[in-house]
């Protein structure tokens, strides 16, 4: 009896399946890996404007994407700028459209969730507003059956399009904590949502977990398993938290891909809050990544001690602050013969346009001037050389 049950839902699986590769050829709803064998993810995040884009932002994802040309680029969150002062009913949808527009002009697939200055302007435009404001597109894939706008999963078909090789999770991390100060993080109901869904996925792959990414804004807190707490002697080279009024710098032994590095500390979900969105990760055991934005200056991929990769896109947008030219996209390279062995890199604007660093004035805001100042002041301490 099992087994015919078992022949009837492959069958079942393998028609939807055909439906959805249709699908994918009339509305790009449904993504699959290449004849090669290969899917490229493209993430960017922290654009953070108005509706009136920054040219050099423009430039760095049109040019990333005609030069890696994806076949999904992830929005990370912060579309829309922390000072948007004419921000309206009419003035944020044209700030989304500004890179709706890049995706569909360029034919390619994304995706978007949303982060925390997104979440500041949802009292002139709500998140679900803004979500259908990117459904409009034709390539837009976000998911319209997940917990929230901001929170759904995008199954990837392998090459021949019979099973699911890849899972992308997009989840929307909320705003700050109005009590604690701190970041929100992923509530109890998303990680829910999450669960049960990999549940989903499970059962529908034949009791094998589906190997799956998480892409979302806030980092989790445990981002601080690739750190590691320096000598104050070695602040020359460490950066400091003012939370804690300690000096961090990257454990050598969890880095992966230095990238651009370590140039904040990281601003993670509240410290004080257990979301339990890590631990559903270990419990469920499909997460084999999980990639943020919202640190403009850190650029770096790691993994736990638990094996699970971690790591970030610096800041795509040069309205907000960054480091010069060095503002960028991060690529993951999968290959369906083992989707857990990906490759991850990232494309900055100065080796995209072919220039040398530079400042910009939007780098003056950075966070990176809380490390200068107390480097300054440890020198006038002589706790570290000149």
């Not at 404007?49 to 040309?69: P, Y």
């Not at 059956?145 to 021949?160: E, K, Q, R």
């Not at 990238?259 to 890590?278: F, N, S, W």
Request: aromatic share 12%.
């Amino acid at each position: 009896m099992k087994k015919i049950f078992s022949l009837i839902l492959s069958a079942a699986m393998i028609f939807s399946f055909a439906v959805c590769t249709h699908a994918e050829e009339g509305s790009k709803k449904v993504l699959r890996f290449g004849e090669d064998g290969k899917f490229k993810i493209m993430q960017i995040n922290d654009t953070q404007d108005t509706h009136n884009l920054r040219e050099r932002t423009q430039e760095l994802i049109r040019k990333a994407i005609e030069e890696e040309k994806p076949d999904l680029v992830v929005v990370a969150g912060d579309i829309l700028s922390d000072a948007f002062l004419c921000a309206n009913d009419e003035t944020i949808p044209q700030a989304l459209r500004c890179l709706g527009d890049i995706f569909e002009q360029t034919k390619t697939p994304f995706a978007v969730t949303f982060g925390n200055h997104d979440h500041d302007l949802e009292d002139k435009v709500s998140i679900k507003e803004m979500a259908d404001v990117y459904l409009e597109y034709g390539y837009c894939v976000n998911g319209t059956d997940g917990c929230d706008p901001g929170t759904y999963n995008i199954p990837i078909l392998s090459s021949d399009g019979s099973k699911y090789a890849l899972n992308v999770y997009m989840m929307d991390t909320n705003n700050k904590n109005k009590e604690t100060g701190g970041y929100q993080g992923v509530y109890p109901y998303q990680v829910q949502w999450y669960k049960d869904k990999s549940d989903e996925l499970k059962a529908q792959n034949g009791g094998q977990v589906v190997p799956s990414v998480v892409f979302q804004h806030i980092p989790v807190k445990e981002i601080y398993q690739l750190l590691e707490q320096a000598d104050k002697t070695e602040a020359n080279t460490a950066v400091y938290r003012a939370d804690d009024r300690k000096w961090y710098k990257l454990n050598e032994d969890a880095i992966i891909d230095i990238g651009k590095g370590l140039g904040e500390a990281p601003c993670p979900e509240d410290l004080d809050v257990t979301t339990g969105q890590y631990e559903a990760w270990l419990e469920k055991g499909d997460v084999m990544g999980a990639f943020f934005g919202h640190d403009h200056v850190n650029n770096f991929v790691g993994k736990t001690q638990d094996g699970i990769i971690l790591g970030y896109n610096g800041g795509t947008g040069f309205k907000t602050y960054g480091l010069g030219n060095t503002r960028s996209v991060r690529c993951y390279e999968f290959d369906e013969s083992d989707v857990t062995d990906f490759t991850t890199y990232t494309r900055t604007y100065g080796d995209l346009n072919g220039e040398g660093d530079k400042s910009y004035v939007t780098d003056i805001f950075s966070t990176v001037l809380l490390t200068w100042i107390m480097r300054f002041i440890y020198k006038l301490l002589f706790i570290i050389p000149w």
